[in-house]
C-alpha cells in the first residue's frame, strides 16, 4: 500500500506563503497521478491542483490559480503545493493524495492544516 506523509502546513497571515510537501513511498505506477485537497469545517472536500506523471495533464482549481503551483519530483517521490498570498479563505485541512490514473485517487495522506489570520 502507498504511503503518504504531508509536511508544512502552520499558520500565516494574510499574504503569506507557505510551501507543502508530500512524501510517498510505494511504486511509482501506484501514484502516476497525485495531488492535493482541502476541506474546511462545514464544508465539502475540494480539489486544490493535480499533477499526472511530470506534468503531461494538470489541473489548479480556479480559486487558487495564479497563487497556487503544484510540482513534483519523480526521482524523490515527493509531491508539492506552493501557495502565495494566502488568503483567510484558504484555511483548511490540506491532504495528499495518490492514485494510478488521472483523477482516480487510492491513497490518502493524514493532512497538515493550514490557517490564514487577518
Known amino acids: 500500500q502507498v504511503q503518504l506523509v504531508e509536511s508544512g502546513g502552520g499558520s500565516v497571515q494574510t499574504g503569506g506563503s507557505l510551501r507543502l510537501s508530500c512524501k510517498a513511498s510505494?511504486?511509482?505506477?501506484?501514484?502516476?497521478?497525485m495531488g492535493w485537497f482541502r476541506q474546511a469545517p462545514g464544508k465539502e472536500r475540494e480539489e486544490v491542483a493535480l499533477?499526472?506523471?511530470?506534468?503531461?495533464?494538470?489541473y489548479i482549481a480556479d480559486s487558487v490559480k495564479g497563487r497556487f503551483t503544484i510540482s513534483r519530483d519523480i526521482a524523490k517521490n515527493m509531491v508539492y503545493l506552493q501557495m502565495n498570498s494566502l488568503k483567510p479563505e484558504d484555511t483548511a485541512m490540506y491532504y495528499c493524495?495518490?492514485?494510478?490514473?488521472?483523477?482516480?485517487?487510492?491513497?490518502w495522506g493524514q493532512g497538515t492544516q493550514v490557517t490564514v489570520s487577518s
Open positions: 493524495a495518490a492514485g494510478s490514473a488521472w483523477r482516480s485517487f487510492d491513497y
Open positions: 510505494g511504486t511509482v505506477d501506484s501514484s502516476r497521478c
Open positions: 499533477i499526472y506523471t511530470d506534468g503531461v495533464l494538470t
